[in-house]
């Protein structure tokens, strides 16, 4: 099973350049999120979709921008690239907001020069 | 900011050792979790629990809710090179539906 499967794995933007980081699962689950890792660091909460048709900002959202594209999509857009957005961006799914195990895809590692 | 703090931060030692980590927050959650991280790897679910006070056990790794849900320990028994990862606590409060990871202890084990 393919489980939440991210693209790209390595991305190298210039500063201002814009990206998506696309994000889908196959596990039917109705709840997506986005996270952001920096070295030697816990995960911070970039933005999340509870249910298909619902975003809502967590802890670190300036900057970014996401679309719940359907039940299994959800993308993460950086319109314009920051030295201080390099980072390894993880997506992650559950069965919905409230219970269950999170599940994360292998993380997308983003350098912005 | 981060809303739940872990500590220690890192922690180096020898096969064989017991060692405890700590999550701590200031408000009461409804639930948490514990992960697994290796390096290259998005983390792994080891443990979740909802009630004040609840122990479970894992092979040789222990959690701890507190009675007063605002804090959570994992015990490791013998520790073993295997162990070796980052160990992140994530939370709940309330009625929000946002899951907020923990600030992670990075555990190494020497053979």
């Known amino acids: 099973n393919a489980g939440v499967t991210q693209t790209p794995k390595f991305q190298v933007l210039k500063t201002g350049q814009s990206m998506t980081l696309q994000c889908a699962q196959d596990m039917n689950h109705n709840s997506m999120y986005w996270y952001r890792q920096d070295p030697g660091m816990g995960l911070r909460l970039i933005y999340y979709s509870a249910s298909e048709g619902t975003t809502d900002k967590g802890e670190v959202p300036n900057g970014y921008n996401v679309s719940r594209l359907n039940k299994r999509e959800f993308s993460l857009r950086l319109e314009s690239a920051a030295p201080s957005q390099t980072s390894v961006y993880f997506c992650?799914?559950?069965?919905?907001?409230?219970?269950?195990?999170?599940?994360f895809g292998e993380g997308s590692r983003l350098t912005v020069l | 900011t981060q809303l739940l703090e872990q500590s220690p931060q890192f922690l180096s030692i020898q096969e064989g050792e017991n060692l405890t980590v700590y999550c701590n927050s200031s408000s009461v959650f409804s639930s948490l979790q514990w992960y697994r991280q290796e390096p290259g790897e998005g983390p792994v679910l080891l443990v979740t629990?909802?009630?004040?006070?609840e122990v479970k056990k894992l092979k040789r790794l222990t959690f701890q809710f507190g009675d007063a849900r605002k804090d959570s320990s994992l015990h490791i028994t013998a520790a073993q090179p295997g162990d070796t990862g980052l160990y992140l606590c994530?939370?709940?409060?309330?009625?929000?539906?946002?899951?907020?990871f923990g600030t992670g202890t990075l555990l190494a084990v020497q053979p």
């Open positions: 994530a939370g709940r409060w309330g009625a929000t539906n946002k899951l907020i």
């Open positions: 992650a799914s559950r069965i919905d907001a409230y219970t269950g195990e999170l599940f």
């Open positions: 629990v909802v009630t004040g006070g």
